[in-house]
Antibody, heavy 122, light 107 residues
Framework: EVQLVESGGGLVQPGGSLTLSCAASGFTFSSYVMSWVRQAPGEGLEWVSSVSSGGGSTYYADSVKGRFTISRDDSKNTLFLQMNSLRAEDTAVYYC???????????????WGQGTLVTVSS | DIQMTQSPSSLSASVGDRVTITCRASQGISNYLAWFQQIPGKAPKSLIYAASSLHSGVPSRFSGSASGTEFTLTISGLQPEDFATYYCQQYTSYPITFGQGTRLEIK
């Protein structure tokens, strides 16, 4: 059974940093593109970032480019999102998401984690 | 960026009804279109990809279609568990973008 479990959310001050983790199980983690998608309170879904299998390619939304870094540790089946220079508008539930297709990926999400809440406030 | 526009923003329906939600892309995306369902307080659930392919385990009352840059999600025979918010998403290119969502409520 595929499981994605996010952690690391919490309250952080504007300008601060936070690192989110997503522990994956039930599939060959290293073979899949992985992504982060967020949802601000009462709002819709926003794609944040994706990383290729192997970690060689990364992609970011303009809203987080230069501030957030996606990475993966395939030896620990874990996806990360390092978030720096946080702003109030980064307040959201952050979801980890798995791609449907092995290796080259498809950008189709088939499984989602339960999400972790990040609140940026003084 | 490719803009995705859903309509309606909300709708009311009864158990057993057939409903259709539309999503329009601002430019051609071939069939790189997905649909998701989200119940309040829960993570999204993947329903459809490639405009009309159902993910494993998704009931057959859900279907998707495409015509040019217009895509539709149809639910035939609404069940109580179907009342939720639905999102479309294009994944033809980065940045991946979502529609604003359609809230399906019980009449």
């Amino acid at each position: 059974e595929v499981q994605l479990v996010e952690s690391g959310g919490g309250l952080v001050q504007p300008g601060g940093s936070l690192t989110l983790s997503c522990a994956a199980s039930g599939f060959t983690f290293s073979s899949y593109v992985m992504s982060w998608v967020r949802q601000a309170p009462g709002e819709g879904l926003e794609w944040v970032s994706s990383v290729s299998s192997g970690g060689g390619s990364t992609y970011y939304a303009d809203s987080v480019k230069g501030r957030f870094t996606i990475s993966r540790d395939d030896s620990k089946n874990t996806l990360f999102l390092q978030m720096n220079s946080l702003r109030a508008e980064d307040t959201a539930v952050y979801y980890c998401a798995k791609d449907l297709v092995r290796n080259y990926g498809s950008n189709v999400v088939d499984y989602w984690g339960q999400g972790t809440l990040v609140t940026v406030s003084s | 960026d490719i803009q995705m526009t859903q309509s309606p923003s909300s709708l009311s329906a009864s158990v057993g009804d057939r409903v259709t939600i539309t999503c329009r892309a601002s430019q051609g995306i071939s069939n790189y279109l997905a649909w998701f369902q989200q119940i309040p307080g829960k993570a999204p659930k993947s329903l459809i990809y490639a405009a009309s392919s159902l993910h494993s385990g998704v009931p057959s009352r859900f279907s998707g279609s495409a015509s040019g840059t217009e895509f539709t999600l149809t639910i035939s025979g609404l069940q109580p568990e179907d009342f939720a918010t639905y999102y479309c998403q294009q994944y033809t290119s980065y940045p991946i973008t979502f529609g604003q969502g359609t809230r399906l409520e019980i009449k």
